[in-house]
């Protein structure tokens, strides 16, 4: 699945079946261009499986699509945290943000999607750059580049909650597929995706992909999901996870998120998931080396309407 790159450097990854928004670094790679790369909205993921003890708190039930539990540590003692003072309002939000949760029951097993901590940004680094370097076919000598990179964009994006946060999914599989891995342990979850929230204009990008997205109303970005790991419905729900967290976190009703014109199944998720093209690159983008990109947009439903969770395997 993809939803577009940005990051502050640049880039055009994006294979037709991965999801990733704009992600950029602040500095540009002379190969590519993009905000994570912008050149490359919606890049999908080759990830190696990695495995979490990720043990929720939360008593929800299977059928409940969000709930709230603690994390074990605050985003105020976030290492990654810079000096500056929280309002008020701010400390509320970082809150909400660290209190919030998504689950849902998928075919082939569960789902649970919160906000990235600290610890895990790593992980989240390894799946992000592993899916740029599969998409732009480029070297495994890049890899490393490309991580570092990556995480300097994670580490100057984190600096800025809660006017953005990072959200990752976590996969378990149900028994009869768990028994084909035998080695590993029961509570062992697997890192299955990732995307990008941006609510408002202190967290927009300095240099969003084309066309330019509203810098005031929330954005959805750099959504990827592992490959082995895809067509499972977890790109549709770290999509609706994201609108529930902004229906939260905002009161602006409007979302926008870009989808490349050569990606044909995100652009059909996006569509099903009620999102309308609103402008789309000109021709001349391709001077630039980059892929044609739609700027799509969503009315969200009004704060306390129910959201549509129905399922979908589109990926």
């Not at 994006?14 to 500095?27: A, L």
């Not at 652009?267 to 080396?289: C, E, H, P, R, W």
């Not at 980059?290 to 395997?313: I, W």
Request: proline share 7%; net charge negative.
């Amino acid at each position: 699945m993809a939803a577009t790159v940005s990051l502050s450097f640049s880039i055009d990854p994006q294979p037709q079946h991965h999801y990733f928004s704009h992600f950029k670094p602040h500095q540009t790679l002379p190969f590519t261009s993009s905000p994570l790369f912008p050149k490359y909205p919606l890049l999908t993921i080759a990830h190696r499986h990695n495995r979490y003890a990720f043990k929720s708190s939360s008593s929800s039930s299977p059928s409940t699509p969000s709930t709230t539990a603690t994390t074990s540590s605050s985003f105020l003692e976030d290492p990654f945290r810079t000096g500056r003072f929280l309002s008020n309002e701010e400390l509320e939000k970082l809150k909400l943000l660290e209190d919030f949760r998504y689950y849902r029951e998928l075919e082939s097993g569960s789902l649970w999607i919160r906000v990235m901590r600290a610890e895990e940004m790593d992980d989240t680094v390894a799946l992000l750059a592993e899916s740029f370097a599969e998409s732009m076919v480029w070297p495994s000598g890049y890899l490393s580049l490309l991580r570092f990179l990556v995480k300097q964009y994670l580490i100057e994006r984190r600096a800025l909650m809660p006017h953005t946060a990072t959200l990752i999914g976590f996969y378990r599989g149900k028994e009869n597929e768990r028994l084909e891995h035998e080695e590993e342990e029961e509570e062992e979850e697997e890192l299955a995706g990732t995307v990008e929230v941006c609510f408002d204009k202190r967290g927009a990008n300095a240099s969003p992909p084309t066309p330019t997205p509203p810098k005031n109303s929330p954005y959805i970005c750099n959504m990827s999901v592992d490959k082995p790991l895809r067509r499972r419905g977890i790109g549709w729900h770290l999509l609706k996870a994201s609108e529930e967290l902004i229906s939260q976190m905002n009161s602006t009703r409007e979302v926008y998120l870009h989808c490349r014109m050569i990606d044909a199944a995100p652009f059909n998720m996006y569509i099903k998931a009620g999102y309308k093209v609103v402008n789309t690159d000109s021709i001349f983008i391709l001077l630039m080396l980059q892929r044609r990109k739609h700027l799509m947009c969503k009315k969200l439903p009004v704060l306390g309407s129910p959201f549509d969770m129905s399922d979908s395997d589109e990926e």
